[in-house]
């Protein structure tokens, strides 16, 4: 099976794919910064594509909760020196996590292949930008909700995406674990991916570092939940995930190419 990102055309099916992330943020609740200076930005991309990353997605605003939205021009002006520096150094797709249509035209423009919208919206600006470009676009679930209501979102979404005569292909899902989700909703759908998992889409898996995760093992700091990590990716790969967007590239991919193994055992 192939997603459609711009020139890339990305197999999936076959082998868990992996997303490193690359937040280029002052106040990341998950790396508290470590890459918001592009040269460390670029270094840690590099870096994830040496240790077996499919896709980088870059970030330059922080999701966590509390936050305080940026500006889509300072968005922007914190995404260019990273892009323009990452031009020519990896041979992976590049996806850049933002909600802002000027945002991501600016990215696609500077040779982004993915937009990774976390705001739960079909809208006719960001869908113009995606369908004229041939991008691959995430689309997740943003708010209250568990199984049946992300299943009723990704098949109302996949009614607009025909209304705006966008292929099909381009379109990758994602359940939008922590994103106005209770923890216990958060666990649901890391459990039971089958019961909304739309066939012939590709579905992204964002756990990485999250309150989920420190509920389910009770460790406060982020960046030692890799662990915990790793046991919710075994069970989406179980489910049925194609692709997990994480920041420790290097371990928890030993994770997931084990329950990888373990699932082509199954009889």
Same mark, same amino acid.
């Given at each position: ?12 099916? +076959? ?6 992330? $690359? /937040? ?11 890459? %918001? #200076?592009?040269? &460390?930005?670029? +270094? ?29 021009e ?5 995404? +260019?020196? !990273? ?10 797709? !590049?996806s850049? #996590? ?14 982004? /292949?993915?937009?990774?919208? $976390?705001?739960? !919206? ?6 113009? @930008?995606?369908? +004229? ?8 679930? &943003? ?9 009723? %979102? %990704? ?18 899902? #994602?359940?939008? @674990? ?7 909703? #958060?666990?649901?759908?890391?459990s &039971?991916?089958?019961?909304y ?13 999250k309150r ?8 406060? /700091?982020?960046?030692?939940?890799i662990?915990?990590? @790793?046991?919710?990716?075994? !069970? ?6 194609? =692709? ?8 928890e991919?030993?994770? =997931? ?9 199954? $009889?």
């Amino acid at each position: 099976m192939i997603w459609n990102c711009g020139k890339y055309k990305i197999e999936y099916g +076959k082998k868990i794919l992996i997303m490193g992330i $690359v /937040n280029v943020t002052p106040d990341s609740f998950s790396d508290g910064g470590d890459n %918001f #200076d592009a040269k &460390n930005a670029v +270094k840690t991309a590099v870096l994830m594509e040496k240790q077996g990353a499919d896709i980088i997605d870059i970030g330059a605003q922080s999701t966590r909760p509390g936050h305080i939205p940026v500006s889509a021009e300072e968005e922007w002006a914190r995404l +260019k020196p !990273v892009l323009t520096a990452l031009n020519g150094k990896i041979s992976i797709p !590049v996806s850049v #996590d933002t909600y802002y249509p000027y945002v991501a035209e600016k990215a696609l423009e500077n040779g982004v /292949n993915i937009i990774n919208d $976390v705001s739960g !919206v079909i809208s006719p600006e960001m869908s113009e @930008i995606v369908k +004229k470009s041939g991008a691959g676009w995430i689309i997740m679930h &943003n708010g209250d909700g568990g199984a049946e209501e992300v299943r009723k %979102f %990704f098949d109302f979404s996949l009614n607009e995406i025909k209304k705006q005569k966008i292929n099909e292909k381009q379109i990758c899902f #994602d359940m939008g @674990i922590g994103f106005g989700k209770t923890r216990k909703q #958060d666990m649901q759908l890391i459990s &039971n991916i089958s019961l909304y998992k739309k066939a012939g889409f590709p579905l992204l898996l964002g756990t990485s570092r999250k309150r989920v995760i420190k509920e389910g093992t009770g460790q406060e /700091n982020p960046k030692m939940r890799i662990y915990g990590n @790793i046991a919710a990716d075994t !069970v989406a790969v179980f489910g049925g995930t194609d =692709i997990i967007r994480l920041h420790d590239v290097e371990n928890e991919i030993q994770g =997931i190419r084990m329950a990888e193994a373990l699932k082509n055992e199954r $009889v």
